[in-house]
């Protein structure tokens, strides 16, 4: 039982690349969920998605896409990277009541 | 909408007790976390409370709620070196689904 896995664990960017940070879970949860965390910010809701086909914005869902095609599987895709977006993003999973299960995210720098 | 704060740091004695503190600001709060993220690494949940208890303890670690002043604690009794983190409280609400908001952190370190 892997819980929930992120890739890649490292990224560097050039402005204006696209790439897909992948998430997946094997807990069949339904929630899944992306944050960014930055210093200072605590963690920042992006996109989340309450099951598969159903996907909905979170606090700063701008210059991020996902969608949700199976239930294991919750990408973040960034269309046209940019400096801001250099963060360290983490995703989580939830079934029902109690705890999030999170990955052990992904450190992504655009330069 | 809601907002979650926490002192960014504390230092304290190993053997010692840790008080992380965190205030609320949404009164429809369901569940109150409490998170681990050692460097470079991700988060782990340590404890959590559902709003309408008071307290809760697991082993070294109490969690105290003040549904009045919106006000969450977490103690950590015989503090150690391996507890030196960043600790977040986080929250879930009335009518925000599953989103959880987050406090900034509280990077607590234990000095020997």
């Known amino acids: 039982n892997a819980g929930v896995t992120q890739t890649p664990k490292f990224q560097v960017l050039k402005t204006g690349q696209s790439m897909t940070l992948q998430c997946a879970q094997d807990m069949n949860h339904e929630y899944m969920s992306w944050y960014r965390q930055d210093p200072g910010m605590g963690l920042r809701l992006i996109h989340y998605s309450v099951g598969a086909g159903i996907t909905d914005q979170g606090e700063v869902p701008n210059g991020y896409n996902v969608s949700r095609s199976t239930t294991e599987d919750f990408p973040l895709r960034l269309l046209s990277a940019a400096p801001s977006q250099t963060s360290v993003y983490f995703c989580?999973?939830?079934?029902?009541?109690?705890?999030?299960?999170f990955g052990s995210g992904t450190r992504l720098t655009v330069v | 909408g809601e907002d979650v704060e926490q002192s960014l740091f504390l230092s304290v004695r190993e053997g010692d007790s840790s008080v992380i503190n965190c205030t609320y600001t949404?009164?429809?709060?369901?569940?109150l976390y409490w998170y681990k993220q050692e460097p470079g690494a991700g988060l782990q949940l340590l404890t959590y409370i559902f709003s309408n208890m008071d307290m809760k303890q697991d082993q070294r670690l109490t969690v105290l709620l003040n549904k009045k002043d919106k006000h969450l604690s977490l103690r950590i009794a015989d503090t150690q070196t391996g507890d030196s983190a960043i600790y977040f409280c986080a929250e879930t609400f009335t009518g925000g689904g599953n989103k959880l908001t987050f406090g900034t952190g509280t990077q607590l370190k234990v000095e020997l």
């Open positions: 989580a999973s939830r079934e029902g009541l109690g705890g999030y299960t």
């Open positions: 949404d009164s429809s709060s369901t569940y």
